[in-house]
């Protein structure tokens, strides 16, 4: 579990401030995910990449933008943060669909609160 | 797009007793189908998996059902322990794509 972080863990930022959420992984697995986690929905997929420079929408990418130049790195943009953007942001990692495993590994999570 | 229910969405036991949890799915072409849990404050693992190719899956205490005509699978914790107190989540996918959708946790709690 060591092997993927994220930053920062909490961040309170304003209504229309633009923030970025930083996920780093050192398996070189290679898909990445972000995740928003909030009571009542369970986990809900951001946006996933199956390798640098390859993103795909999840199923609520609204008003958030990835980019993924590195394998190890996968940073989450909100561009002009709300306040429906409070929540509990999970990264997480898997190896390549031809592994046997297709385990995702959680990053620990930043809790984000747009005032 | 797959669409996973979970239930019940709180559950509360006596410890030494057994807890189940249900999914159910909606894409009969999924066929991957695992259980994270989340202790409070902390991130997501996973505890048990399993593929469509069977029909159970035993670790220890824990227990994976799947029914693929049905389209649900469930999860059996037998003894129950005060630290097996945690959300659950169930998922399913197909392993033709890496992406998980999620049910909405089940919230257990097991009383000493």
């Known amino acids: 579990d060591a092997g993927i972080t994220q930053s920062p863990r909490y961040k309170i930022t304003e209504t229309g401030r633009q923030v970025t959420l930083m996920c780093h992984q050192t398996?070189?697995?290679?898909?990445m995910f972000w995740y928003r986690q909030d009571l009542g929905h369970g986990l809900r997929l951001i946006y996933y990449s199956a390798a640098a420079d390859i993103t795909d929408k999840g199923e609520v990418p609204d008003g958030y933008v990835v980019s993924r130049s590195k394998t190890e790195n996968f940073p989450l943009t909100l561009e002009s943060a709300t306040r429906s953007q409070t929540s509990v942001y999970f990264c997480?990692?898997?190896?390549?669909?031809?592994?046997?495993?297709?385990?995702?590994?959680f990053g620990p999570g930043t809790r984000l609160t747009v005032t | 797009g797959e669409n996973v229910e979970q239930h019940p969405s709180t559950l509360s036991v006596q410890e030494g007793d057994s807890a189940v949890i249900k999914c159910t799915y909606s894409d009969s072409a999924s066929n991957y189908f695992p259980w994270y849990k989340q202790e409070l404050g902390k991130r997501p693992q996973l505890i048990i998996d399993?593929?469509?190719?069977?029909g159970e899956k035993k670790d220890q205490r824990i227990a994976v059902t799947l029914n693929k005509t049905a389209k649900h699978f469930s999860l059996h914790i037998t003894e129950t322990q005060p630290e097996d107190s945690a959300v659950y989540f169930c998922a399913a996918s197909f392993s033709g794509y890496s992406t998980l959708t999620f049910g909405k946790g089940t919230m257990l709690l097991v009383s000493p």
């Open positions: 398996w070189s697995h290679s898909y």
């Open positions: 997480a990692s898997s190896e390549l669909l031809t592994s046997h495993s297709y385990e995702q590994y």
């Open positions: 399993i593929r469509s190719n069977v």
